[in-house]
């Protein structure tokens, strides 16, 4: 699986739209770019994953770049059940996700 | 329905010994996953146990070994514990491998301390 780099932390105001970057230049062409997040305590949850198209579900809006090399998460109305740790992950479409390697991701805390 | 049940919740063992750890599966789940997660580190998969064997395993020694029962729940053991292996030990399961991202259910995890 190719490497993603995150910042470590961030900060949103509850209501704005948190937007979390990664990186991933040496994503192949056939890797998705998956995103977790981690609320303190619990295992991860699934969130949203694309190929090339921005895609959106009731969780987040996922737009990745045309180069590929690089994606956004979007929480469009940050609530403070939102703070968590948001790990990217690049790995080849239903391959076993349960063997994905996690980085350090990135630690989202929403305040009042 | 209970989820992913891991037991026990916390646990402290001396540098040398051995542990074991249990997960009980969701209900109807057959595959289940085990995970180290170091203080300020993401999840590091160890091993996935489906139909009692083995399947798929991560970069970890050989002191960790699993097993899967015919009900399909699951034990964790280390062997000759070190300090580094100080962590959350998370397990999962999921009704099949390739749906793990949508129906994979984790446990409150298990937090062993080595001293």
């Known amino acids: 699986d190719a490497k993603t780099t995150q910042p470590p932390s961030m900060d949103c105001a509850e209501g704005r739209a948190a937007n979390l970057p990664c990186n991933h230049s040496?994503?192949?062409?056939?890797?998705?770019v998956y995103w977790y997040r981690q609320i303190h305590s619990q295992g991860p949850q699934y969130i949203i994953h694309g190929l090339k198209n921005n895609e959106t579900n009731e969780m987040a809006s996922l737009i990745i770049t045309e180069d590929r090399k690089s994606s956004t998460l979007i929480l469009p109305h940050a609530t403070l059940r939102d703070t968590a740790v948001y790990y990217c992950i690049v790995r080849v479409l239903n391959t076993n996700a349960g063997k994905s390697t996690f980085g350090d991701g990135t630690t989202l805390t929403v305040k009042p | 329905d209970a989820g992913v049940t891991q037991s026990p919740t916390h646990l402290i063992k001396t540098r040398g010994q051995q542990v074991t750890l249990r997960c009980s599966p969701k209900?109807?789940?057959?595959?289940v996953s085990w995970y180290q997660q170091a203080l300020g580190q993401g999840p590091q998969f160890i091993f996935q146990y489906y139909e009692e064997e083995e399947r798929q395993r991560g970069n970890f020694p050989d002191r960790f070994s699993g097993h899967q029962f015919p009900n399909y729940s699951s034990e964790l053991n280390v062997n000759a514990l070190l300090l580094g292996d100080s962590a959350l030990y998370l397990c999962a399961s999921s009704l099949d491998r390739e749906a793990w991202d949508t129906e994979a259910f984790f446990g409150q995890g298990t937090r062993l301390t080595v001293v």
């Open positions: 209900s109807g789940h057959d595959t």
């Open positions: 040496t994503i192949s062409g056939n890797e998705y």
